[in-house]
């Protein structure tokens, strides 16, 4: 029998990344245990069997993975998520999918038929101003002006156009025997930006993210199975 277990609100937590710099199959050096994004695949490749451009895989446990000449893949995180910034700044996420109705009726249909179209999705993110972790947020939207302690420099930050890539875990801290590890993956790009606050709140947030292309990452569910 399939192990289920009930989710709440508090198995999901998002976290972003960068892509950094690929590493090139030699055909005799080991990928370490971690978590990765393929970017290429050789016709002959020593990457995990079914591995595609664009989706992610983890190493761990007595797997010994080596890439061969053609296979090319991106170190996302140690297996500890440190190079995943863990997003403390986030209370909420929702993705909610829908799909185009055509309708597909013609003179001979008794009743109305339909055909499903392109998916679409509308995702929202919600937190509470965090300074030194929300400014990543603001500057997709407004340039920053930081200014040294001594007065003396300043840096200007443009808006930065560039998608986020997220990862957000559906099953964070569920330990339970067969009960997979999932995580929904995908680039997205901030289409609005509300910042405000309160006399008896927090200062908070919320933005729109739609899924963009992205040359690097496929959207994508990931789930690594557990005995």
């Known amino acids: 029998m399939t192990a289920t277990q009930k989710l709440t609100g508090k198995n999901t937590h998002t976290y972003t990344f960068d892509i950094t710099s690929p590493i090139v199959g030699d055909g005799t050096t ?4 971690g978590y990765y994004l393929v970017k290429s695949v050789a016709s ?28 090319v893949v991106y170190l996302l995180s140690p297996p500890d998520k440190s190079g995943l910034a863990d997003r403390c700044d986030f209370t909420s996420f929702t993705a909610e999918f829908t799909f185009d109705e ?3 009726t013609t003179q001979c249909d008794e009743v109305k038929v339909y055909e499903k179209g392109l998916a679409d999705a509308t995702i929202t993110v919600e ?17 920053i002006v930081k200014q040294s302690a001594d007065f003396e420099t300043i840096e200007n930050v443009e808006v930065d156009d560039n ?23 995908f680039p997205g790009k901030l289409f609005g930006f509300n910042l405000g606050g309160a006399a008896d709140g927090m200062q908070t947030f919320s933005s729109n993210v739609r899924i963009v292309s992205d040359d690097n990452l496929v959207p994508h569910v990931y789930e690594l199975l557990k005995a």
Not at 30 to 33: G, I, P, Q, S, V
Not at 45 to 69: D, M, W, Y
Not at 127 to 141: C, F, P, Q
Request: aromatic fraction near 10%; charge should be negative.
């Open 102 to 104: 055509i309708d597909a």
């Open 163 to 185: 998608p986020f890539y997220f990862y957000t875990e559906l099953t964070y801290g569920v330990t339970k025997a067969g009960v997979p590890d999932m995580a929904f993956v």
């Open 44 to 71: 002959t490749s020593g990457l995990p069997t079914g591995a595609e451009p664009g989706k992610t895989f983890r190493v761990g446990g007595t797997a010994e993975i080596t890439p061969e000449v053609g296979d």
């Open 127 to 143: 937190g509470v101003a965090t300074a030194g972790l929300s400014e990543d947020l603001i500057s997709k939207v407004l340039p």
């Open 30 to 33: 080991e990928l370490a245990a």
